[in-house]
């Protein structure tokens, strides 16, 4: 059964550090996985897909990366700003039933 | 392009009363999610839909939840009665073409907060 992992579950930085948040699968055998992100009392918003096949997926000043032999993803947010605050989850597709499966996210507070 | 609309935002409903949610996906997308979040955790599928075929509502609580995708557009979920546990948010997300990991990419709407009373 597959299970995700995130870690840390809360972070709290100054403006302007370069940061990195963990996400951890239990089953290698993933079809991709999914960064989002979740501001309080909103929606997800998809950040980054990563396909099986490939290493990383770069968009502004995030970075995803995916080790698929460890079982690791990480997102790596350059600069943080205030802006940036909300919590990131990751989630894997695995299988041919395409079910989203969860992390429990990581709450990022980017302080001024 | 306009993103996956979903409404009402907030419904706040006494328990035992029926309630519906709404969701217009991208265009263009034929799978259609509907989940369900509570606070502090991930969201859960309830079902999914590709084109009008409901092809996954194994985690759907078929004794009060009902969805419907009548013409592979838009759709409906139901819960008829409703009871205290059922307040969370509800989400709909809508991807390309789950069948190509090119196109599988998942878009969430702003969510339904429901409050049962």
């Known amino acids: 059964k597959q299970e995700v992992t995130q870690i840390p579950a809360a972070l709290s930085v100054p403006e302007g550090e370069n940061l990195v948040l963990n996400c951890s699968f239990t089953?290698?055998?993933?079809?991709?996985l999914q960064w989002f992100r979740q501001d309080p009392g909103k929606g997800l918003t998809s950040l980054l897909l990563?396909?099986?096949s490939q290493r990383e997926q770069t968009s502004g000043r995030l970075n995803a990366s995916l080790d698929k032999s460890s079982g690791r993803s990480t997102l790596y947010i350059a600069a943080s700003q205030p802006g940036d605050s909300a919590t990131y989850l990751c989630?894997?597709?695995?299988?041919?039933?395409?079910?989203?499966?969860w992390g429990l996210g990581t709450s990022l507070a980017v302080n001024p | 392009e306009a993103g996956v609309v979903q409404s009402p935002r907030y419904k706040i409903i006494e328990k035992k009363q029926p309630v519906a949610f709404w969701c217009n996906p991208i265009?263009?997308?034929?799978?259609l999610y509907w989940y369900l979040q509570n606070l502090g955790q991930g969201p859960e599928l309830l079902i999914r839909?590709?084109?009008?075929?409901?092809?996954?509502d194994s985690q759907l609580p078929k004794d009060r939840f009902s969805a419907e995708r009548l013409k592979g557009v838009d759709s409906t979920l139901k819960i008829q009665p409703a009871e205290l546990g059922d307040s969370a948010v509800y989400l709909c997300?809508?991807?390309?073409?789950?069948?190509?990991?090119?196109?599988?990419?998942?878009?969430f709407g702003p969510g339904t907060r429901l409050t049962v009373l």
């Open positions: 990563i396909q099986s």
């Open positions: 989630a894997v597709i695995t299988g041919n039933n395409r079910k989203l499966i």
């Open positions: 839909y590709e084109n009008e075929e409901a092809v996954d």
């Open positions: 997300a809508s991807s390309l073409d789950p069948t190509d990991r090119g196109h599988n990419e998942q878009f």
């Open positions: 265009s263009g997308h034929n799978t």
């Open positions: 089953d290698s055998a993933i079809y991709n």
